[in-house]
């Protein structure tokens, strides 16, 4: 009976397959592996950074002079009307959280390869405001963090920091013009949970940093806690 249960699964699977194959998000070829979303062609084409193996990288001088870092990292580079941009459009604006997931489980494969991201206790995601949330129905965020997480066998928390405004969107503005925007947004509900933990706070994309940077005052009162910084995406 279990058999013939499988073997009925396999044929359905098979039959949609043939009919409705998966196709990249970026240039519509039938995938190989379904599971990464994009064709081989495509993934050799995105600009990877390779910065989870160097300290120093731009991300983190970056954030020099406005936050305290342990370490950050980020997949990928964002270029305008590039393959990443799309990527990125797809996970947001498309219904595909899934494809954060993939990445987060690349990302984290990357960290736990580099060794220098060892001493993180916890990933916690930007979150959205819960208006944002519900209009857009979920947070790619959260898909990008529990990836990541469960790759790198670290505790996972989506609950210990609140967005408290909805901030317009911030992606035709300039970077003062963001770090004006974005101001006494975010709030962390436990911080006795937190103290003298090291802290990964994940986002989509890193672009002039004020939001995170933004997000990085709510640890300030909180003694002993270390922060570093993930996203999919930086923009250098």
């Known amino acids: 009976m279990l058999i013939n249960k499988y073997l009925s699964h396999v044929f359905v699977k098979n039959l949609v397959e ?10 519509h070829r039938i995938v190989e592996e379904p599971k990464f979303y994009l064709c081989y062609l495509c993934i050799s084409e995105i600009p990877l950074t390779h910065y989870s193996f160097y300290w120093y990288n ?26 990443v941009q799309k990527m990125l459009h797809e996970i947001k604006y498309r219904q595909k959280p899934a494809i954060a997931s993939f990445f987060g489980k690349w990302l984290g ?63 035709n503005k300039d970077r003062s013009d963001r770090m004006l925007a974005i101001d006494n947004e975010y709030m962390v509900t436990d911080g006795n949970f937190l103290i003298k933990r090291h802290v990964m706070i994940v986002d989509d994309i890193i672009t002039s940093g004020a939001t995170l940077q ?7 009162s909180l003694p002993d806690i270390r922060l570093s910084f993930a996203s999919i995406a930086f923009t250098p």
């Open 18 to 27: 043939l009919f409705f194959p998966e196709c990249c998000v970026n240039c």
């Open 58 to 83: 731009p991300l983190e001088i970056s954030f020099k002079g406005r936050v305290e870092l342990v370490s950050g990292a980020s997949l990928m580079y964002f270029e305008k009307g590039g393959l």
């Open 109 to 171: 494969a990357e960290m736990l390869a580099s060794k220098r991201f060892e001493s993180v206790d916890m990933i916690l995601p930007l979150p959205l405001h819960k208006d944002k949330k519900k209009q857009r129905g979920y947070n790619q965020s959260e898909y990008f963090g529990k990836a990541l997480a469960e790759t790198m066998g670290k505790e996972y928390r989506d609950d210990l920091l609140l967005r408290l405004a909805g901030a317009e969107s911030q992606t």
């Open 214 to 220: 933004a997000c990085s005052a709510a640890f300030l």
